[in-house]
């Protein structure tokens, strides 16, 4: 046999392995089982490529690993609230028509509601990080910040020049990053900051040779920022130049950012510090962390549900089943933002539902993108919602926001998107808000968007070429490995 054949042999045998974990091993949705077997039985170079960066279940080590964050995260939790006296607010009158989404998310994510935060709802990167920027050199005790990308480069300098300058005063400085997609450049970027005492981890850093229950799946997506324990963070902003406006190939950049004052900003630095001692490796008792959870003062009128979601949960997706619960609660509207829609079944059939029950269903997506194969499986996923009498709009730019409000009473902002990856792979956290006055803001901030889209129809679709109805039919089969 020569070399050629025995490689081509092997690769088959690797091949067949693969289409048998699929079929036996894996607990994958039909849909995405059927994706995998077509993939690796037509494609198997590509196919067996993909599957074990992408598509391979939990490894019998990160399983371990995962479960031991779990019972970490849940131990922790329960110690926390026992020892701060957290319990659950009254209900707020402007929770009680959406009392399913709070008890679901209670019950589920053991997320607490609370009652008198304030919320600053920001849409550009600019004045986002100039208020960032303001509250760290504001700072007094302790500054803890995790974004999925920090980059090195304008902001990102200016960013940990200021950290850097807080740590030199004394104040306790952490910073995370996710492992893959803060993988490249950030060696000489924290330097500064770890020279003056600030504290630096990345989150399941990626070794592809060194470390096999790592992949590119399972991904830390959260962006959360606590200054005092008194001043919280959380949306779809990373730290990079191109949320500024500053990269010219995805002009204009369209985010959303929430700056969050109150109660609720307990449960932002809870959720830091549950990914701060995994990357650790490390356990913490609460009460040595007392400082870190100062007695919130009262706020504003606005109640909150900070909700997290990722694969250490297993079975449980709480952000999307709390999306669901939104959707079927819904009696007028629906306004939805996503850069990426690729929804299961499941969430089509909710919009369905909502849509011929005469809800206004509306979803913004952008025309621009950063993924060619994920904008045609977001058109695929547009064509069908539209014959069910939902109205699809293409933002005239990127827009990055993953947004939903739901009756002009309540908005979700964070930064999970309505994808797949977002619902059942990666780490998400979002802000369930219930207060009618930032709905109705948020509600006025999708309209000025409208302004900037256009309104897709079935003659948009039927001017599409035949290769490019292909490519999204395609895009669409293999959508549920995105």
Request: proline share 5%; net charge neutral.
């Given at each position: 046999m020569s070399a050629s054949q025995f490689f081509i042999t092997l690769f088959l045998i690797i091949d067949l392995f693969c289409i048998i974990a699929v079929i036996f091993f894996e607990r994958k949705s039909p849909t995405a089982t059927?994706?995998?077997?077509?993939?690796?039985?037509?494609?198997?170079?590509?196919?067996?490529?993909?599957?074990?960066?992408?598509?391979?279940?939990?490894?019998?080590?990160?399983?371990?690993?995962?479960?031991?964050?779990?019972?970490r995260d849940t131990l922790y939790d329960d110690k926390l609230k026992r020892y701060l006296s957290i319990s659950q607010s009254d209900?707020?009158?402007?929770?009680?028509?959406?009392?399913?989404?709070?008890?679901?998310?209670?019950?589920?994510?053991?997320?607490?509601?609370?009652?008198?935060?304030?919320?600053?709802?920001?849409?550009?990167?600019?004045?986002?990080?100039?208020?960032?920027?303001?509250?760290?050199?504001?700072?007094?005790?302790?500054?803890?910040?995790?974004?999925?990308?920090?980059?090195n480069d304008g902001i990102g300098r200016e960013l940990v020049a200021a950290l850097a300058e807080k740590a030199r005063q004394g104040v306790r400085v952490r910073v995370m990053y996710d492992g893959l997609g803060s993988m490249m450049g950030l060696s000489r970027l924290f330097v500064p900051l770890i020279k003056a005492g600030g504290r630096v981890r990345a989150f399941d850093r990626l070794l592809f040779n060194l470390s096999p229950y790592i992949r590119i799946n399972y991904r830390n997506h959260r962006?959360?920022?606590?200054?005092?324990?008194?001043?919280?963070?959380?949306?779809?902003?990373?730290?990079?130049?191109?949320?500024?406006?500053?990269?010219?190939?995805?002009?204009?950049?369209?985010?959303?950012?929430?700056?969050?004052?109150?109660?609720?900003?307990?449960?932002?630095?809870?959720?830091?510090?549950?990914?701060?001692?995994?990357?650790?490796?490390?356990?913490?008792?609460?009460?040595?962390?007392?400082?870190?959870?100062?007695?919130?003062?009262?706020?504003?009128?606005?109640g909150i549900q900070i909700v997290s979601s990722?694969?250490?949960?297993?079975?449980?997706?709480?952000?999307?089943?709390?999306?669901?619960?939104?959707?079927?609660?819904?009696?007028?509207?629906?306004?939805?933002?996503?850069?990426?829609?690729?929804?299961?079944?499941?969430?089509?059939?909710?919009?369905?539902?909502?849509?011929?029950?005469?809800v206004d269903v509306r979803i913004m997506l952008p025309r621009k993108t950063d993924n060619i194969l994920v904008?045609?499986?977001?058109?695929?996923?547009?064509?069908?919602?539209?014959?069910?009498?939902v109205r699809v709009y293409l933002y005239n730019g990127f827009l990055h926001s993953k947004t939903i409000t739901c009756d002009r009473e309540l908005v979700s902002i964070g930064t999970t998107n309505m994808d797949i990856r977002s619902f059942s792979l990666n780490f998400e956290i979002n802000a369930f808000i219930y207060n009618k006055e930032i709905a109705l803001a948020h509600a006025a901030i999708f309209e000025q968007d409208l302004e900037h889209c256009i309104e897709l129809n079935p003659a948009w679709f039927s001017k599409q070429s035949r290769i490019e109805r292909a490519v999204c039919k395609i895009a669409r089969l293999f959508a549920p490995l995105m």
């Open positions: 059927v994706a995998w077997l077509l993939i690796l039985i037509l494609l198997p170079v590509v196919g067996v490529v993909a599957y074990v960066a992408f598509g391979s279940g939990f490894p019998a080590r990160k399983k371990k690993r995962y479960l031991s964050k779990n019972a209900y707020s009158s402007n929770a009680r028509p959406f009392i399913k989404v709070v008890n679901y998310l209670r019950a589920e994510a053991q997320s607490v509601y609370t009652d008198q935060n304030q919320v600053q709802i920001f849409i550009d990167g600019q004045s986002k990080f100039a208020s960032l920027l303001n509250d760290i050199r504001q700072a007094r005790d302790h500054i803890h910040l995790f974004y999925y990308i920090f980059k962006k959360i920022a606590v200054i005092d324990g008194k001043i919280g963070y959380v949306g779809g902003m990373n730290v990079g130049d191109e949320y500024l406006g500053r990269n010219r190939k995805y002009q204009p950049w369209r985010d959303t950012h929430l700056r969050i004052t109150g109660p609720a900003v307990w449960f932002l630095q809870e959720r830091f510090w549950m990914d701060w001692l995994h990357a650790e490796q490390a356990d913490q008792e609460p009460q040595k962390l007392e400082r870190y959870f100062p007695e919130p003062l009262p706020d504003g009128n606005v990722g694969p250490d949960r297993f079975e449980s997706m709480p952000i999307k089943s709390g999306f669901l619960q939104v959707i079927y609660d819904a009696e007028e509207s629906l306004l939805i933002q996503s850069p990426y829609f690729i929804p299961d079944d499941g969430f089509v059939d909710a919009l369905r539902i909502a849509a011929r029950a005469g904008q045609q499986a977001n058109m695929a996923y547009a064509e069908t919602v539209m014959e069910y009498g």
